[in-house]
């Protein structure tokens, strides 16, 4: 009896051992901010509207040569739990060459081009005409794994960076700049909020051009999800990874922390049971009587 | 598309060369080739810029490192040549090459193709710049007018590279207008400059052609500057040529607005207008919409965008709305919605949409730009509107099947499974007392 006691305390421990050993593995099963852009050469180009953005992968740098006033655009894609910082560093034309401050702004948007709050970062900055550079920045809220249609939260799709000269003398408009841009994200699934959440699809938009119906046709939208004859993927921006799907994920919602918490709350529960049990019968630690029948 | 179109020509390649092996033997390995020549897409698919050059008399002035104008503008030229993207079709027009006189009304004509848009033969290409000098008038409206024709018109964005030293001497036509007169016609055209000059005026009027056409301008101040900009510039029209909206255009009324299908499209928007169209939505799934309007020319100070959903009878599903203040080339909203419940408006818009279950949801866009004085206001600003549907996510039943987590739970466990186990010890030890009593 005792000899089974320690062994389910072993187990029982062993099990506790794994389980902040278990708890990553499962967060590695699903789509992570991996840094599998860090390899990448860093993007030489940027879009010049939203349909044109260049797409950057995760972790991946950019760094453009622009000219002042231009207007860059990057896009680059999020999942739920991530929290992503944008960093952009300019070098400005040679001060010689310029006449007045300037300005320059990073301003983030989602998907659906909805302008997106920034939690942290200079967003813009103004160099006077003598300084060589100037870093802004912005930091996304968390993205959502849910929210309601109405509202304006951050979710899982695509993100644009618009880098914009907001005020610049018209003299200093067009002169060489050097622009660096890095994107950073920390965070997962785990944490996404709210929890159980799921949007079907991400936003990503359509790029490929759409094709009108003629007002009143009947079955207009006939096929609306195979519009322009451009195949899947081919006709989207960038989009996050889709998460690896299992002949279990049907059955439940899949491998997340709160089962090992559960299961390990379970096992606790368990020992402490038998050992409850145990305490009572042998209140001192000694058995009151040598049973040879209990001894295996 | 692009990565399709490589991905076929990949595989085609290897084929076409087993094919041309095994028949190496034969005489037909001459008709091999012009076979893989004939699936290869249409060269009016491949992406087009055309380089307008100003050879006025001006470009002699010796300002750039040294050298003249000129000099620099064909060497850079020469390198652009020679990183040329295989698959970009090419072309260079010229203008005031050819008249050296002082009469106005010939010098303003001056504006030739030097060499046609195509595939391009490097090495006479290269030669042909060799031979320009720096001769007559500035006629930039007529050249981009001219460059439009070379250009053709299709589906997909084609690109003028236009660099000059000067402003135009020959307006009217003003170059600008001309322009946006180009970017109003929806042909995708989109006009880079780049200046060799610093003064106000040509910068001011490089300035306006690059943003009617939603395009840049570099202010050249070295010759690698250049070099590297205009490759930039083929090299990102051979990325982007063929992301290019649908043309459509919205109406003043929901009932006879246009039914988009999952797409972008563009349009006009004048200063005040509302601008109508119509999206079916199935039960069960999500209206995607975005909206940008382009200032393509002086608005004042402060602007706003507003996109909103209603139903076919008026009423507001959801807005999309963002305003700015200051120098910006967009400003843009989107919306979202799905029928909240499947009970809540069965096929409410059906007569209107067509298919039975569908509900139209018309999207009206406005705006609240104002012209500066002296800003025309036709045609419209340029609108790109993104229409998706997509399956509706209904709101989540909460954490995993019940699940728990955190050391709270865990106590809370393990203090009820300690619980239970001295109960029930308690609840053994006082029948076995019973029972020895007895």
Not at chain 1, 43 to 54: E, K, V
Not at chain 1, 92 to 111: I, K, M, N, S, Y
Not at chain 2, 258 to 279: C, I, T
Request: proline share 7%; charged share 15%; hydrophobic share 40%.
């Amino acid at each position: 009896m005792m000899r089974t006691a320690i062994r389910f305390t072993a187990g029982a421990l062993l099990a506790l051992g794994l389980l902040p050993a278990l708890a990553p593995a499962a967060s590695a099963a699903s789509p992570s901010p991996s840094p599998s852009g860090k390899g990448l050469a860093p993007a030489t180009t940027a879009g010049t509207s939203f349909l044109t953005a260049t797409t950057l992968a995760a972790g991946q740098e950019a760094s453009v040569a622009a000219s002042t006033g231009d207007y860059l655009y990057w896009a680059f894609p999020a999942s739920e739990g991530q929290t992503d910082t944008v960093q952009v560093t300019v070098t400005l034309p040679p001060a010689a060459e310029r006449h007045a401050p300037q300005t320059w702004t990073v301003e983030l948007f989602d998907g659906l081009r909805r302008r997106q709050s920034c939690t942290a970062g200079p967003q813009n900055a103004t160099a006077a005409p003598n300084t060589a550079s100037v870093s802004i920045g912005c930091t996304l809220r968390q993205i959502r794994s849910w929210a309601e249609p109405w509202s304006g939260d951050p979710l899982p799709g695509t993100y644009y960076v618009r880098l914009t000269t907001t005020d610049a003398d018209q003299q200093d408009l067009g002169l060489a700049a050097q622009v660096q841009l890095h994107v950073t994200a920390k965070g997962g699934p785990n944490d996404a909020q709210p929890e159980g959440g799921e949007l079907k699809a991400p936003l990503v938009p359509p790029v490929n051009a759409g094709s009108t119906a003629a007002p009143g046709a009947s079955g207009a939208s006939g096929a609306p999800t195979a519009a322009a004859g451009a195949g899947p993927g081919t006709g989207r921006a960038a989009a996050p990874v889709e998460p690896k799907t299992h002949w279990y994920s049907d059955l439940f919602s899949g491998w997340n922390t709160r089962w090992f918490w559960t299961l390990g709350g379970g096992a606790l529960a368990a020992l402490a049971g038998v050992g409850g049990y145990t305490l009572t019968r042998h209140p001192h630690g000694r058995r009151p009587t040598p049973h040879p029948g209990s001894h295996h | 598309m692009t990565t399709m179109r490589r991905r076929r020509l990949q595989v085609r390649r290897p084929l076409g060369l087993l094919a041309a092996l095994a028949i190496s033997a034969g005489a037909l390995l001459s008709g091999l080739p012009a076979h893989a020549d004939e699936t290869t897409p249409a060269s009016s698919d491949a992406p087009r810029v055309d380089l307008i050059l100003d050879v006025s008399g001006s470009m002699r002035t010796a300002d750039l490192d040294g050298k003249s104008r000129i000099s620099v503008a064909q060497q850079s030229i020469d390198e652009v040549i020679d990183a040329l993207p295989s698959e970009t079709d090419f072309g260079i027009r010229t203008l005031g090459a050819t008249y050296p006189g002082n009469d106005k009304s010939i010098g303003c004509k001056d504006t030739q193709q030097l060499f046609p848009i195509g595939k391009t033969n490097k090495v006479e290409a290269k030669t042909a710049v060799a031979t320009l000098r720096p001769t007559g008038w500035t006629p930039i409206g007529l050249a981009l007018r001219g460059a439009a024709q070379d250009l053709g018109t299709g589906q997909t964005t084609r690109r003028v590279v236009l660099i000059t030293d000067g402003e135009d001497d020959c307006a009217p036509p003003d170059p600008c207008d001309v322009a946006r007169e180009l970017a109003a016609q929806g042909t995708h055209l989109v006009v880079d400059t780049l200046g060799l000059a610093h003064d106000d005026k040509t910068r001011q009027q490089l300035l306006c052609i690059a943003n009617a056409t939603g395009g840049t301008y570099t202010d050249v101040r070295t010759q690698d500057q250049l070099t590297g900009k205009v490759n930039q510039l083929v090299k990102e029209s051979g990325d982007t040529y063929r992301i290019t909206p649908a043309k459509t255009s919205g109406t003043d009324k929901c009932e006879t607005a246009p039914v988009l299908n999952p797409g972008v499209y563009s349009d006009r928007e004048k200063f005040a207008e509302h601008r109508v169209y119509r999206v079916p939505v199935k039960p069960g799934q999500e209206l995607r919409a975005s909206v940008s309007v382009s200032m393509d020319r002086a608005v004042a100070r402060d602007y706003g965008v507003l996109l909103q959903a209603t139903d076919p009878t008026g009423q507001e599903l959801v807005r999309g709305t963002d305003a700015g203040s200051g120098r910006t080339d967009v400003a843009s909203t989107g919306v979202r919605w799905s029928a909240s419940g499947a009970s809540a408006t069965p096929a409410k818009g059906a007569g209107a949409a067509g298919a039975a279950g569908d509900q139209a949801v018309c999207l009206v866009v406005s705006n609240s730009f104002a012209p500066q004085p002296g800003v025309a206001a036709d045609p419209g600003l340029p609108l790109e509107l993104t229409v998706d549907v997509a399956a509706a996510s209904p709101a989540p039943d909460g954490p995993a099947a019940g699940l728990g987590r955190g050391w709270v739970l865990l106590l809370v466990l393990t203090g009820a499974g300690l619980l239970t186990g001295l109960v029930f010890g308690w609840v053994a030890r006082w029948r076995i007392a019973v029972w020895r009593e007895n």
